[in-house]
């Protein structure tokens, strides 16, 4: 086999998936109104397309492509899969949404492919070129979508709050990139990471990379204090670009962090280690608080994923291969839970009316006594309450710290674990307690339903047998 051969193959769903989102973007130009539902259809298949080439061509070797930029190993495949297989459901979830706010346009579509290929070649970089461009290649997309609605002025505020801040991170994240890249003379992340075993914590140039990249990492993913933007860009984005932004761009910084920390820089462990610990005690407490004191769920799961990004820190710092998979293991769930969350919002709204409020959610037993049931196994996932993957989640990051002896740091995780316990059960009071404000009936497809209905039961199902999931994040790490 040819070295180009070799290439392609390895990168033929990113080639696939790009040429895909290249010809619905000249498609959809000749379509009338109408016919939009050509775009969200071949979008649809392009995912299920991709999702079957990345299973078709898994390995468990690591296989280097493009002068070792691009690499496929077991991590890049299976957060692939998630990532394409979220994202499908997502878009199910927004078609109805869309076209009762009279946005329903292909161009949605195209940025939700291009965002998706951006993740991509995030998860598979083996050069801070290519993660640095995929990054990119996501933030652009995301920062058209939150705007998307463009007659909504809140939306317009929060994609500028989020471009501005977002460019700002960017540039720090280059900025230690390019101290990296003048210490090793290389791009090449396995390069960096003999430069920082040789240099170690000792090179204080290297240390001003490592905060730098930190920063830029802690922005991406919404730790404290580089949270400032996550709740603006919640709450202001149309409620389908939320449930995008809040999944599967996470999986990918896991993957970021993954692949520049613990690949890259794992030779100064003993330096994030401690500036995680501090990230992810300052995430857990601020997030799990000021929680409490929202009105709006959209804000209420902000708040939330800022907490659950602590509890993710939590199994990186562990530095050690029980750790990571812990971290994986509570990012896919963490991806899920707030999928399924941010569905039933969209299920709750209608054109001219957001369902975004607290209150919003009173009687909803009364109203929907399934989706009821559905937000209740959600809502008890977030807070870590067996028989739900949460709990398992949660019980995966406590016992990887606890192996590292930071059994104080793990009792600090569950006191703010049990603060979060009221925010979560406040939306089961208002559901099963209290009577319905609006009385309208609610109405969705039945792809909506039936895909709602599968996120949150998964949910459940994995909380019941989480050996498949945990297993699978193990192995990649085995």
Not at 41 to 64: E, H, K, W, Y
Not at 125 to 131: E, Q, W, Y
Not at 135 to 148: H, I, N, P, Q
Not at 378 to 397: C, H
Request: proline share 2%; glycine share 8%; with cysteine.
């Amino acid at each position: 086999m040819t070295l180009e051969s070799l290439n392609t193959l390895i990168t033929l769903p990113e080639i696939f998936l790009l040429c895909m989102a290249c010809a619905i973007l000249v498609i959809d130009v000749f379509l009338r109104e109408e016919q939009r539902n050509v775009s969200y259809v071949l979008s649809q298949l392009t995912l299920l397309a991709t999702f079957v080439l990345v299973l078709a061509g898994r390995t468990d070797q690591r296989l280097l492509a493009f002068n070792d930029m691009f690499v496929q190993d077991a991590l890049a495949d299976t957060l692939k899969l998630f990532i394409l297989a979220i994202i499908f459901v997502v878009f199910v979830y927004s078609r109805e949404y869309l076209r009762e706010r009279d946005i329903f346009k292909g161009e949605f579509y195209v940025l939700g492919l291009f965002g998706v290929l951006g993740m991509m070649l995030m998860v598979s970089s083996s050069n801070m070129l290519l993660l640095y461009l995929g990054l990119e290649l996501l933030s652009l997309c995301l920062y058209a979508m939150v705007a998307f609605n463009r007659d909504n002025g809140d939306a317009s505020e929060a994609a500028m709050k989020y471009f501005v801040l977002g460019a700002i991170a960017s540039g720090m994240l280059l900025y230690g990139m390019s101290i990296l890249y003048g210490l090793s003379g290389s791009l090449d992340i396995t390069v960096i990471a003999k430069t920082t075993i040789v240099g170690g914590a000792s090179n204080i140039g290297l240390v001003f990379a490592l905060v730098f990249i930190i920063v830029a990492l802690s922005f991406k993913l919404g730790a404290v204090p580089f949270h400032m933007w996550l709740p603006d860009v919640y709450q202001g984005s149309p409620t389908t670009v939320t449930s995008y932004i809040s999944t599967a761009p996470k999986i990918a910084g896991f993957a970021m962090i993954m692949r520049l920390l613990v690949e890259g820089m794992g030779g100064l462990h003993g330096d994030w280690q401690m500036m995680l610990v501090i990230l992810a005690v300052l995430s857990m407490g601020l997030g799990n608080v000021i929680a409490i004191a929202q009105t709006n769920i959209k804000r209420m799961l902000a708040y939330s994923t800022i907490s659950h990004v602590g509890f993710i820190l939590l199994g990186i710092l562990a530095g050690n291969a029980v750790g990571y998979a812990a971290a994986m293991f509570y990012t896919l769930a963490y991806a899920m839970m707030t999928l399924g969350g941010f569905g039933i919002v969209i299920y709750m709204s209608r054109a001219g009316f957001e369902g975004d409020q607290l209150d919003d959610f009173k009687g909803l037993n009364q109203r929907s006594p399934w989706f009821a049931f559905m937000m209740l196994i959600l809502m008890f996932s977030m807070a870590g309450v067996p028989p739900t993957v949460g709990f398992w989640a949660k019980l995966a990051v406590l016992g990887a710290v606890v192996d590292i002896n930071m059994v104080w740091l793990a009792v600090v995780a569950v006191a703010f674990s049990i603060i979060g316990l009221f925010y979560y059960l406040r939306i089961v009071k208002l559901m099963y307690f209290d009577d319905a404000i609006d009385t309208q009936p609610l109405e969705c497809g039945r792809d909506m339903q039936l895909a709602l209905s599968t996120n949150s039961l998964a949910i459940l199902v994995l909380g019941i047998y989480p050996a498949g999931l945990m297993s699978l994040c193990v192995g990649v790490f085995g």
